[in-house]
């Protein structure tokens, strides 16, 4: 529980806070998050760009692995594939994220994004993410 | 060239603007870029984030395959899949992209970024991305 | 139905078939197949080879994107990226595919591969595959 | 030397040795391979199968990898994308891999695939494939 309210906080930082992201849910092997769209998000046709759906898929995958270690863990990307399905149009892109291989080192999450029309959800990417759990103290 | 000098303004516009990338070399199938590492661009253990050097990648990639079609044609992301070596710190990040299968529709590019470091480079990540080539005005 | 049944056949023959690989399950954007695992099949190690896995990830994964086009038209794997969770041991292994975006050109499908150990299923692997639907007669 | 001496036996054996692959060369963090194309490496279009190549680009990767480790590790699969880029026809198929991050445990490694018809090579499918070293003892 507390865990999950710290992982919560600690998503919102850096370059994700920068790029808007806002949690929804926690729980474990489990992350979700929201983005309204502006227009910061483009690319130069005026759809979300293909990156700013990669980062939403990428760290919040993160982050379900993240509910799946201690605090004496730290959690890294090694490699990710996404595709997208359609241009990103609407309000708000909404991002499922869930641990589908959890390993005890390496563990793998599958990321759903869906773009929010007038209410209605429409899938627009997918991506599959390794991830390493490495000590913290590690990385200092 | 005229083509080229108008693709190095197109590239730094949006999303890719606020990221902060500027171009560093355009040539027919290429594309480079470099990024100023700032506190921005961090994620939660002070490295730069995933998302975007993913950003980089694919935005390099996608004008490098930009650099291949007439301006009658748009270029979108199919799908990309990268691979993160080392955590990247330093002054400087450094994207080189070229085209290494040049389908009339279907073009792969890839990218190599890598960190700069009291003026040394060390490859930090790979990337193969899958572009379509779509006529501009199906786009509107 | 009819097609279903010409699918069924045309699965099973080349590479496939002297794979082993058989037909479980047809429906629209569905396919489904499993492979009795024996000596032939096995790496240095006495696990599946990654290279089975994948062959049974991509061709099933490929006729799961047949059972949505008219027989005009022929698939092609444009690329396919896949995980490997854990060896794959045991009597059987059964892939599950299905289109999880079904664009009228561009397709792409998922695998998840399963082994059969005294009857317990585990994940073993997850594949994404992209997939092109091109006019059968453009290819000869 | 010894050491490469017996790679170049380990590669050739189970599913690689049905497949009829054959080792060309071997180095530090290098591997080729070769393939005589057949009738029973084909799909349903008279082209050789995606998984006969995504297996070839799989276990050169591999066995590039095995070249920077001692007896006492085995090396297995993570994960793999790879894109066809041309349907592979012709006398012959080479495989070249190389190890393009060495690091301790995980180790990333790149194939390029090229058909060889009348003499002509030609690059069919580029792969780039995640692998762990793992120790030998582990495994058993």
């Known amino acids: 529980m507390?865990?999950?309210?710290?992982?919560?906080?600690?998503?919102?930082q850096g370059f994700p806070a920068n790029c808007g992201f806002e949690v929804e849910r926690v729980d474990y092997g489990i992350?979700?998050?929201?983005?309204?769209?502006?227009?910061?998000?483009?690319?130069?046709?005026?759809f979300v760009h293909a990156?700013?759906?990669?980062?939403?898929?990428?760290?919040?995958?993160?982050y379900a692995a993240f509910t799946t270690v201690s605090d004496k863990y730290r959690i890294l990307t090694i490699?990710?594939?996404?595709?997208?399905?359609?241009?990103?149009?609407?309000?708000?892109m909404v991002c499922r994220s869930?641990?589908?291989?959890?390993?005890?080192?390496?563990?793998v999450s599958e990321s759903e994004v869906?773009?929010?029309?007038?209410?209605?959800?429409?899938l627009i990417s997918k991506a599959m993410v390794t991830l390493i759990a490495v000590?913290?103290?590690?990385l200092s």
Request: with cysteine; proline share 3%; aromatic share 10%.
């Open 2 to 12: 507390e865990r999950f309210e710290f992982l919560k906080k600690d998503y919102v």
């Open 31 to 46: 992350f979700e998050s929201r983005l309204k769209i502006c227009s910061v998000h483009q690319q130069q046709d005026g």
């Open 51 to 62: 990156g700013v759906i990669a980062t939403m898929a990428d760290h919040t995958a993160g």
């Open 79 to 92: 490699e990710f594939k996404i595709n997208y399905f359609k241009p990103a149009v609407g309000e708000l």
């Open 98 to 107: 869930k641990v589908i291989n959890n390993g005890k080192k390496i563990k």
């Open 114 to 122: 869906f773009s929010v029309s007038h209410g209605q959800e429409k």
């Open 135 to 138: 000590p913290a103290d590690s």
